[in-house]
């Protein structure tokens, strides 16, 4: 977690540095443990348990680089997984560090199941699914060499039977704001129709750890990111290592390997990250406000006269309970009250988003470079909409299609690996309570 509020790094209880929390917590238990069993009044069993506990927890205390979730350590193989890769006895859900949003949590997991249907319907339709993207730009952030990819993999073909009417409004609608969110690739000869719902983001093989360095160390905000009058910079790493997050789970749940080798790679790359899950439900949290937001730009639209396919998914996620439940609402609620906050310069995260779209182009797996440019369209839509300029909000009325298609098309990958981390976290607590009972 990277709030400001005390409550959101440790609880107010405890008093610990970031480097010796968990070694002091399983020192302090180890001692008070080894103490009653000479006196005999704790059973064996019981302190073997508490021990695994203890070294679950100690896990959630490991530093967090620069306020980030995910950062260095998103790209290191987990030290849990090389001591054999069991799953830790621990909450439910593993939330980390961060507490502050649990309650949206609980209710994003409760209600997910309610929203994915409808996500699903609106990603297969054509004004969401087409997206022109210039595939063949260069790296202008750090120098790259060809990488072995594996061909049907990484490769991805043009879209064909792009209805011409959103050619034509894709086309019509290529104003921006030099200084808003959002930056996309506009249609022209450098540029290709592609389909991301038949082109699904997908497990390749390609190794992006260098792009996702420069993404978290560059990107992402390292400055005084702990200081209460810097609680933004949270915000915008927090959506980052979301967004890193919700990819990761529809690399791995694309895998073609055993369920066991799937729950290896889950744990590596997701489950043993410090805040992971909870910054992805953050980052969904965002997503969803904006909707909410926008409800009315999107409940209105004519989607080009394809309304009648669409408008009963749109307006049954815009008019989901979900959306306006205050665990859920709070997310939007703080970012918009932490970019207001006194000599905030929130210009340095919309310079930021824009580079995060531009770094794309250092990903050397197509379909991968696709998928990471429409998400950060997306992110940067959801931001746009939730803050504007001035963290009052943007004016939702003047939104592009592809803006629109982007911010859908987040908010379902989101939705998807709320799904998939669900699945895997009762896998993991299934096994937890198999070594348990093993003891």
């Not at 502050?100 to 409760?110: A, K, L, N």
């Not at 980052?240 to 791995?252: E, F, P, R």
Request: with cysteine.
């Amino acid at each position: 977690g990277r709030s400001a509020t005390r409550d959101q790094r440790s609880p107010p209880f405890v008093k610990k540095t970031p480097l010796e929390s968990g070694a002091l917590l399983k020192r302090r238990v180890a001692s008070r443990m080894a103490a009653s069993t000479r006196s005999s009044t704790l059973p064996l069993h019981s302190v073997l348990l508490l021990l695994a506990f203890v070294e679950g927890c100690s896990a959630f205390s490991t530093p967090v680089l620069g306020g980030l979730g995910l950062g260095r350590s998103h790209l290191a193989p987990s030290a849990g997984l090389q001591r054999g890769g069991r799953c830790r006895v621990a909450q439910p859900l593993r939330m980390g560090t961060d507490i502050r949003y649990g309650e949206g949590i609980r209710q994003v997991r409760e209600s997910n199941d309610r929203i994915l249907p409808h996500m699903h319907i609106l990603r297969q339709q054509e004004f969401f699914r087409y997206f022109a993207v210039d595939l063949l730009s260069s790296c202008t952030y750090f120098p790259t060499a060809d990488q072995p990819c594996d061909m049907d993999r990484c490769e991805i073909e043009g879209a064909e039977d792009v209805p011409e009417v959103l050619r034509e409004r894709d086309a019509g609608e290529h104003e921006f704001r030099l200084d808003g969110w959002v930056r996309w690739d506009m249609p022209g000869d450098f540029t290709e129709y592609y389909d991301v719902y038949s082109e699904p983001e997908r497990y390749t093989g390609y190794d992006g750890s260098k792009v996702w360095s420069f993404i978290h160390e560059r990107i992402s905000f390292q400055e005084q990111v702990e200081e209460e009058f810097n609680a933004w910079k949270k915000d915008f790493n927090r959506a980052i290592s979301g967004l890193h997050t919700s990819i990761s789970s529809h690399v791995v749940m694309s895998m073609e390997v055993s369920e066991e080798e799937r729950l290896i790679e889950y744990k590596k790359k997701i489950r043993d990250i410090p805040n992971a899950i909870s910054n992805m439900h953050f980052a969904y949290m965002i997503q969803l406000c904006a909707i909410k937001e926008a409800s009315r730009r999107l409940n209105d639209c004519s989607y080009m006269g394809t309304g009648d396919a669409i408008l009963p998914s749109m307006r049954a996620i815009t008019d989901d309970p979900l959306l306006s439940c205050p665990g859920v609402q709070e997310a939007a609620r703080d970012m918009r009250a932490h970019a207001k906050l006194p000599n905030v310069q929130i210009w340095k995260a919309r310079l930021r988003t824009r580079d995060l779209l531009r770094v794309m182009n250092c990903v050397q797996c197509n379909v991968c470079r696709l998928h990471g440019k429409v998400a950060a369209l997306g992110m940067a839509t959801g931001l746009q909409i939730l803050l504007g300029t001035e963290g009052d909000g943007g004016d939702v009325d003047g939104l592009h299609r592809v803006e629109v298609a982007a911010l859908i098309t987040l908010a379902a990958k989101f939705s998807e690996a709320v799904k998939f981390i669900d699945t895997m976290e009762s896998l993991c607590e299934a096994e937890a309570a198999t070594a348990a009972a093993a003891l």
